[in-house]
C-alpha cells in the first residue's frame, strides 16, 4: 500500500476485535512512533503502552467513559516533558505515522481528544513534571465506518494572506 491510499483509507475505529496485536505487529507499530521525525531529534517524549485489560478498563473511565477504549487491543499514552517546547507536536507527528502504517497492517486506530490528564497519571504512576496530552486506541477493526466528509479545498488554504482563497482543482 503507497502512502496515499493509507492517507485516503484511514478511519477511527470506535468498535474493536477482542484479541491481541501480534508481538510483530506491534513491534512494527511501535517502530512507525520511533522513526517519525521530532524537534531537534530530541525524541522529548515517552509513550506509555498498555494491554493490561484491567488497566484499560480504569482507562476508560478516565478518558470520558468511552467504552471502546477499554476492547481496544492497545491504548497509547503520549507523555510530553512540558520544559520542551514541541514536545506535544512531536508525539502528534509519530502518532499519525503510527496510524498510517496500522493502516496498511490492517489494524485500526482513534485519537483519543476526550481524557482526564491527573487521572491517567495516577492511574499509570505518571511523575510530576511529565504530563499525558494524547491518547490513541489501536486493534483490529470490527466495524468499516463509512468515510467522512471533507472540506474542500478552498475552505481550507489561504492564498498568501488570509482570506484570500487560494485557487486549487
Same mark, same amino acid.
Given at each position: 500500500?503507497?502512502?496515499?491510499?493509507?492517507?485516503?483509507?484511514?478511519?477511527?475505529?470506535?468498535?474493536?476485535?477482542?484479541?491481541?496485536?501480534?508481538?510483530? $505487529?506491534? !513491534?512494527?507499530? /511501535?517502530?512507525?512512533?520511533?522513526?517519525?521525525? =521530532?524537534? *531537534?531529534? %530530541?525524541?522529548?517524549?515517552?509513550?506509555?503502552? $498498555?494491554? !493490561?485489560?484491567? /488497566?484499560?478498563?480504569?482507562?476508560?473511565?478516565? =478518558?470520558? *467513559?468511552? %467504552?471502546?477504549?477499554?476492547?481496544?487491543?492497545?491504548?497509547?499514552?503520549?507523555?510530553?516533558?512540558?520544559?520542551?517546547?514541541?514536545?506535544?507536536?512531536?508525539?502528534?507527528?509519530?502518532?499519525?505515522?503510527?496510524?498510517?502504517?496500522?493502516?496498511?497492517?490492517?489494524?485500526?486506530?482513534?485519537?483519543?481528544?476526550?481524557?482526564?490528564?491527573?487521572?491517567?497519571?495516577?492511574?499509570?504512576?505518571?511523575?510530576?513534571?511529565?504530563?499525558?496530552?494524547?491518547?490513541?486506541?489501536?486493534?483490529?477493526?470490527?466495524?468499516?465506518?463509512?468515510?467522512?466528509?471533507?472540506?474542500?479545498?478552498?475552505?481550507?488554504?489561504?492564498?498568501?494572506?488570509?482570506?484570500?482563497?487560494?485557487?486549487?482543482?
Amino acid at each position: 500500500m503507497d502512502v496515499k491510499s493509507a492517507i485516503r483509507s484511514r478511519k477511527s475505529i470506535r468498535k474493536y476485535e477482542r484479541r491481541r496485536l501480534p508481538p510483530e $505487529v506491534l !513491534d512494527e507499530l /511501535l517502530e512507525a512512533i520511533r522513526l517519525a521525525p =521530532s524537534s *531537534n531529534n %530530541r525524541q522529548a517524549w515517552t509513550m506509555v503502552v $498498555v494491554q !493490561d485489560r484491567k /488497566l484499560k478498563e480504569r482507562l476508560a473511565k478516565a =478518558s470520558g *467513559n468511552q %467504552r471502546f477504549v477499554a476492547e481496544c487491543a492497545v491504548y497509547l499514552v503520549g507523555v510530553a516533558d512540558p520544559s520542551v517546547y514541541y514536545s506535544t507536536v512531536d508525539m502528534a507527528i509519530a502518532l499519525d505515522h503510527l496510524s498510517l502504517r496500522a493502516v496498511e497492517l490492517g489494524v485500526g486506530t482513534c485519537w483519543i481528544g476526550d481524557f482526564d490528564p491527573q487521572a491517567i497519571s495516577r492511574i499509570l504512576g505518571i511523575p510530576k513534571g511529565r504530563e499525558p496530552t494524547i491518547c490513541m486506541t489501536v486493534g483490529y477493526p470490527a466495524e468499516n465506518p463509512r468515510p467522512k466528509r471533507r472540506k474542500a479545498k478552498s475552505e481550507l488554504f489561504c492564498a498568501d494572506r488570509w482570506n484570500n482563497p487560494l485557487k486549487v482543482r
